[in-house]
């Protein structure tokens, strides 16, 4: 029986829907990154891979645009660090912080992340049909919105 049709999801299926897409894409990204012979990649990356491709925040700006603690970012940034993924400057507007920017490592693993988001949105928008597709994507920007 589809989830939708489930009595007992009914009132939960939006949470339900929405949770199980977000495992689907998350194996799924992180098969593909795997497929392509980089280790390590974790779909919770994701969010700073695109956040910091061709761009440099500090740890805070990050944690701000991810709508996550600063320890959290810090933590996942770490993380990142650790696998030689991304890298910190001095920051010359404010000595106190620094800047992350991804390493040569993080700018090729983001440019495969990059093509595999980019192929799996080109086949959604075939198989769904552009309009259908843009259509959902405008009503989950809509909702995000209205938890903002």
């Known amino acids: ?14 949470f339900v829907l929405s949770s199980k ?20 990649f974790k779909a919770s990356y994701l969010p ?12 805070s700006q990050i944690a701000q645009l991810l709508g996550v ?9 770490k993380e990142m660090m650790a696998l030689g993924l991304i890298k910190t400057q001095k920051n010359k507007a404010d000595n106190r912080s620094s800047i992350v920017l991804l390493s040569a490592k993080g700018n090729r693993m983001a440019l495969e992340v990059r093509k595999t988001i980019h192929r799996l949105t080109e086949n959604y928008k075939s198989l769904m049909g552009k309009p ?16 903002e």
């Open 21 to 40: 897409l977000k495992r689907l894409l998350d194996n799924y990204i992180e098969s593909e990154i795997e497929f392509k012979g980089i280790k390590n």
């Open 48 to 59: 700073v891979f695109l956040l910091l491709y061709n761009s440099a925040n500090t740890n």
């Open 69 to 77: 603690s600063k320890q959290a970012s810090s933590k996942m940034l």
């Open 132 to 147: 259908q597709f843009e259509t959902l994507v405008e009503g989950l920007e809509n909702i995000i919105g209205l938890h």
């Open 1 to 14: 029986m589809p989830l939708s049709q489930n009595p007992n999801l009914v009132f939960n299926s939006l």
